[in-house]
């Protein structure tokens, strides 16, 4: 099931690539394991996946002890403070810092542990109440005075796309965060590097790739529907 569903995706990757004339080098699958059980990500990691997604801090440490030691993990949700020290060592990137409260909390964990911590500005692109991430207008800012934090890297933006039913409905704002990593990019600011866009997930991973996409975070479309349980 998941061999055959990471053959799809792939091949789907191949062809917004393809239709984009990009390189399909530039793209990497990141495999949202969230809620799924070790045995499923190592069929995943069986089948070539290296780059793991996760959105809680105790699974993704779990998780981390369960797995080989070259899995690269990704904290692709919302972070809170007290748990950064949990993880700093641990990822390859954070995808959704988007407060410098939060910045300065990395750095000071990351200078404590004497290690390096790439992260990604979390943009609300399309404005909705009900997500985390800074505006578009304000994201140069706070750029600017992570920049000046020890310990910690902006690598790039991302953004989680409204949840729709046709994905060229989110063309726009695959576009938008693309536009605005340029400009931020052309501001020419020490220590802020744009080329990381994390946008597109199962349900439109495709028009993300050709809007622009470096990372897709695709979680259902490799393990299935996931199952939380009642409350
Ligand atoms: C869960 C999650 C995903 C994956 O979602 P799917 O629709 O299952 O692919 C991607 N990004 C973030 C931030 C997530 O929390």
Partial sequence: MIKENLAQVRENIQKACSNAE???????????SKTKPVAMLREAYECGCRDFGENKV??????????????????????QRNKVKYIVDKVVLIHSVDSLRLAEEISRE????????SILLEINIA???????VKPEEAENLARDIARLPGIRIKGLM???PYV????????YFALLKQLSVDISAKNIDNVNMNVLSMGMSG????????????VRVGT???????????
């Fill in 58 to 79: 105790q699974e993704l440490i779990d998780k981390y002890d369960q797995m080989p030691k070259d899995v690269r993990w990704h904290m692709i949700g919302h972070l």
């Fill in 204 to 215: 439109d991973y495709m028009v993300a790739v050709e809007e622009g996409a470096v990372c």
């Fill in 22 to 32: 990009r390189d399909r080098e530039e793209v990497t699958l990141i495999a949202v």
């Fill in 127 to 133: 404005g909705e109440e009900s997500k985390f991430g």
């Fill in 159 to 161: 953004a989680i796309a």
């Fill in 221 to 231: 479309g490799i393990f299935g529907e996931r199952q939380y349980p009642v409350k």
């Fill in 110 to 117: 990351a200078v404590k542990k004497q290690v390096e911590v």
């Fill in 165 to 172: 039913e046709n994905p060229e409905e989110n063309r726009q």
